[in-house]
């Protein structure tokens, strides 16, 4: 896909993927909506297959593989949630799933991508390594490379998240998503702009890995350098594809303290008896952390995943 | 209600409370289905209002006061969902609740009833204790005693959470529920037998608090001495009204090591992504010990609540 991801597309999409992905539930919490004075739809991708909302994209993007291409296996990289999407993704489609990890990576995410019978390949915790390290294994392998976020089947699968959402909930005036590297954000916010709702697309971001919010306000890409955040989903950059949607089409983005995110975390399994994983706290949080700005509104909230190690819970 | 609900009488209930409570979703889990060949359907109850199906009994009770009862308050004792269930039925009612709680009983619970506004009287630890401090309760008060299972307005209420399993899901070949005082076990038994299909009734029970298959095994109510379980809604001895209706119509008692249910909970939390207590457990831990015993059935599972110290998970 060479093209930004058009609502036709994102419906085809939607279409494409839907035999293989969870329609998600919608949950609600009385005391979350008496708190903000609004009414709070939560998109539950925690429940969604291999734990988060990156089984769609990654499920879109190897369904949408040419038939060479899908016939031997593919590469990835990332430090969790869509190398266990692809890893699954890749197994259901009957090919092979190469996968560059960080050494540091979640025990549970590396678990995860072994059981889905995804080969993990360990590099050194940095970006740079990790491109490295997949790009000798596209030449070495010649299977082609599934990105994380920065692609626009990624882009498309992601989107239909909020797709779903808007036809489970009427009238959402807001919809708050996670952002790190971009994916899901630019994708909701592309299903927001696509259908014909005025619906405001806010991101929501950790303090120590604010460069979502820095480029959105300098207007130009400024990279993360030092992320800092137990949301160890967000800690990578926007990308080069996600960024000028997320500038288009997204409202504003919240930034949201360690403190907020472990609260809100707490609060949603104490209240709400789900687990999810502190990058979906992230858009827990502006609703506890600033419960005026979203008074009266009918909000939704996509709860981005569930894996955690529940060994190290950060409450603890 | 002086006679045994019958199916009408279950079917009354249920519109009785309907307005009040949550009809809760039903979950499933590939990897459980895979793991014992079968078909599971977890009915929520972790999600009911108050965190557990105390709310379908309590509401029950609460609502089948007669008018001059209601105008005031109700009395009852438990160790923690009742007490919160009733709590939370009573504010709901406009009416004060006077609970007894032994000292020993979980933070999180003894800080539900407050958030609900019932009033705390805490007493020894004992079942003994407990009892005639909330006799004196009733004596000094002279408010209505609502027990927390031997009753079958209670019995009735809890009877609904299988009533909607039924609605939700067809041709269930097992119903699995936990056993503590029977309340909700007798329900089950009682929904199931009253319906047409022909569903076998299995109680699980902790090992560390056996009264239930000995009770059943016996033929005579055996009361628990001393029970010994992290399953803290399930230390209670069958009562005068639930044991003679599990007696005729559950096919059988499971016991179920701590072991089984610390696993069986930790599975649900990394797995369904859900949040559910020890008692829950118990019912989900005979599908991961005796697996060859389930295959090829169409099981309901009950998962009583989800009310917990976070601070203590039992794997910790």
Known sequence: MLTCPDYEVILQSAKRIKPFIHRTPVLTCQTINDMCSSEVFFKCENFQKAGSFKYRGATNAVLSLSETEARTGVITQSSGNHAAAIALAAKR???????????NAAKAKISAVRTYGGEIHFC????????ELADRLVREKGFPLIPPYN???IIAGQATAALELLEQVNNLDIIIAPVGGGGLLSGTALTASGCSQKIQVFGA????????????????????????????????SLGSLTFPIIQKYVHDIELVSEDSIITAMRFVFERMKIVIEPSSAVAVAPLIEQRGKFEGKRIGVILSGGNIDLDRLPWM
Do not use: C, H
């Not at 090919?95 to 560059?100: C, Q, Y």
């Not at 050194?124 to 491109?131: A, K």
């Not at 890995?209 to 967000?234: E, M, V, Y």
């Open 124 to 131: 050194e915790p940095t970006i740079s390594s990790r491109e």
């Open 93 to 103: 489609k009957g090919i092979k799933a190469f996968i560059v990890m960080p050494s």
């Open 151 to 153: 692609d626009y089947r």
């Open 205 to 236: 971001e950790p303090q120590g890995a604010d460069d979502a919010q820095r480029s959105f306000i300098a207007g130009k890409l400024i990279p993360q350098t030092a992320p800092n955040t137990i949301a160890d989903g967000l800690l990578t």
